[in-house]
C-alpha cells in the first residue's frame, strides 16, 4: 500500500508488542525498522500461553497471511476445590493460543522469517537483532537512535517517529521517564506446559478445552490447552499450559532460591525455561503435592522445563513524549499483571489504534485517551486482582466475579475520568 506521506518509524523490541507496531505501520505503506537486544535473530521460545482476547483474534484477522488456526478454544470456565471436585462451572468460549505460535505468525508476516509454524508469505521488511539502545536525541526532523551490540559495535539510525515497544523494562522509558520504576508485587508465577497426552484421565477431564482454576490463601492456579508444538491444535498434540501464583516475599530465602538458576545466577524478573535449579524446583513440587487439588499438582509435578516470573507492577505517566516523536504502547507504556489476561491484547490494540491515528482515522486525543485509559484502567485492575487473590482470604464468589469482570470485552468497559485524564 503507497501512501503520499510516507515516513520511517523505528521500533525498539521485537516481541509481540514491536511486531505487531511494525505490521500495522507496514501496512500503511510506511518504512518500518526493528532493533532487538536479543544477540541472536529470533526469539528464543518462550514457552508461554497466551488468552488471545478478542483484540488479540481481530489483530491477526487484520495482518495474518498465513492460512492456519491460531488458537485452541476452551468452552468452559471452571473451579475446583482442594480434592479436585468441580465446585462452579460457567459455560463460555475463550481462545487460548501460546506465545511461540504468535511470535512466529507475526515473524513470517513482517519480515518473512522461515519458520515451522506456517508458510511463509512474500514480502519483508527491515528486522535488526543485537541491538541494544542506548540513547535518543532529538532532532528537528526527528529523532536519532543510538545503539551498541555485544560485540561493542556503536551506531545510529534516524526515524520520524520512534516506537518504544521494549516491555515492562523498557528502556525508551527509563530514558524519558527514569522515575518510573519496575516494582515486584510480591509474588511469583510459576509456569510450564505439559502434553496433553502425558496426564491422567482426571486431568485431561479437568484441562481440555476447559479454563480452569482453583484458590487458596496465598494461592491462585489456572490452566488451559494451547497450541502444541509447530502450533499444532490437532486433539492429543495439545499442550497443557499452567500459571501457578504463589507468595515469595521481597528478600526472603525462598525468592532467592526460586529466582537464581541452575548455575549460580539470581534471576531478576524472568527464570527461563529449562534453568531452574532442579531442587528449588523439586521442593515446589512437594509444596505442590501438599497443597494443589490432584490434577493441579500431576501438571506441575510433570513438566520438564518449568518457568518462573516475578509479578512487577510498572506504569508510564504518558505515551508520547518529545512532541509526539516518540511513542510508548504495550507492555512498555503499562506492564499488566497476568490475572487480567490482557498484555497481548494491549500490545494488539496499541498497535492498531496508532495505525489508525497515523492514517487520519482517529483524532490524537481519541488516540491518547483510548490508549490510556486501557493502560491505566486494566494496569489498576490487574493490582487489584492480584492483591485480592494473593494477599485475601475471599470467598469463591468474589474470585469467580474479579474473573468475570477481567473478561469484559475491551469496548464494552467503561473508563473513569482518571484513566482517560491528557
Not at 238 to 245: A, D, G, S
Request: charged share 25%; with cysteine.
Amino acid at each position: 500500500m503507497a501512501t503520499a506521506n510516507k515516513k520511517h518509524f523505528v521500533i525498539v523490541g521485537g516481541s509481540l508488542g514491536g511486531l505487531a507496531a511494525g505490521l500495522a505501520l507496514r501496512e500503511l505503506g510506511h518504512d518500518t525498522t526493528i532493533l532487538e537486544r536479543n544477540p541472536t535473530p529470533v526469539l528464543e521460545h518462550q514457552g508461554a500461553g497466551i488468552v488471545a482476547g478478542g483484540d488479540t483474534l481481530a489483530f491477526f484477522n487484520k495482518y495474518n497471511r498465513c492460512d492456519r488456526p491460531i488458537a485452541v478454544t476452551s468452552h468452559r470456565r471452571q473451579y475446583l476445590d482442594r480434592d479436585g471436585n468441580v465446585i462452579h462451572q460457567e459455560d463460555m468460549d475463550q481462545n487460548m493460543t501460546s506465545w511461540d505460535l504468535a511470535y512466529y505468525l507475526m515473524r513470517a508476516n513482517y519480515d518473512g522469517v522461515q519458520n515451522s509454524y506456517c508458510e511463509v508469505p512474500d514480502g519483508k521488511t527491515v528486522h535488526l537483532h543485537d541491538r541494544n539502545v542506548t540513547d535518543i536525541q532529538e532532532r528537528d526532523d526527528g529523532v536519532e537512535v543510538f545503539w551498541k551490540s555485544g560485540k561493542g559495535e556503536e551506531g545510529s539510525i534516524k526515524a520520524d517517529t520512534l516506537v518504544g515497544a521494549d516491555g515492562p523494562s523498557s528502556t525508551i522509558r527509563s530514558i524519558l521517564a527514569p522515575e518510573v520504576q519496575r516494582v515486584y508485587a510480591g509474588y511469583c508465577a510459576l509456569r510450564g506446559t505439559v502434553p496433553e497426552s502425558e496426564v491422567s484421565d482426571a486431568a485431561r477431564e479437568a484441562f481440555c478445552e476447559r479454563f480452569t482454576f482453583f484458590h487458596c490463601r496465598g494461592v491462585q492456579i489456572l490452566a488451559y490447552l494451547i497450541p502444541g508444538k509447530a502450533g499444532t491444535v490437532e486433539p492429543g498434540q495439545r499442550l497443557i499450559n499452567f500459571v501457578y501464583y504463589t507468595n515469595f516475599p521481597e528478600g526472603s530465602p525462598e525468592l532467592e532460591e526460586i529466582m537464581t538458576d541452575r548455575h549460580g545466577r539470581r534471576r531478576r524478573i524472568t527464570m527461563p525455561p529449562g534453568l531452574t535449579a532442579p531442587d528449588a524446583w523439586e521442593k515446589q513440587r512437594r509444596i505442590a503435592r501438599e497443597r494443589l487439588p490432584p490434577q493441579f499438582a500431576e501438571i506441575v509435578c510433570a513438566t520438564q522445563k518449568p518457568f518462573v516470573q516475578a509479578v512487577t507492577d510498572v506504569l508510564s505517566p504518558a505515551n508520547e513524549f518529545m512532541g509526539g516523536k516518540v511513542v510508548l504502547i504495550g507492555d512498555a507504556l503499562a506492564g499488566f499483571r497476568p490475572h487480567t489476561v490482557a498484555s497481548t491484547s494491549q500490545a494488539a490494540f496499541d498497535a492498531m489504534i496508532l495505525g489508525d491515528y497515523i492514517e487520519g482515522k482517529v483524532s490524537r486525543e481519541q488516540w491518547k485517551r483510548e490508549t490510556l485509559g486501557f493502560a491505566r484502567f486494566i494496569q489498576k485492575r490487574g493490582v487489584d486482582m492480584g492483591n485480592r487473590s494473593q494477599f485475601g482470604d475471599l470467598p469463591l464468589e468474589e474470585h469467580i466475579h474479579d474473573r468475570n469482570v477481567a473478561s469484559v470485552p475491551r469496548e464494552k468497559e467503561v473508563y473513569p475520568d482518571w484513566a482517560t485524564a491528557i
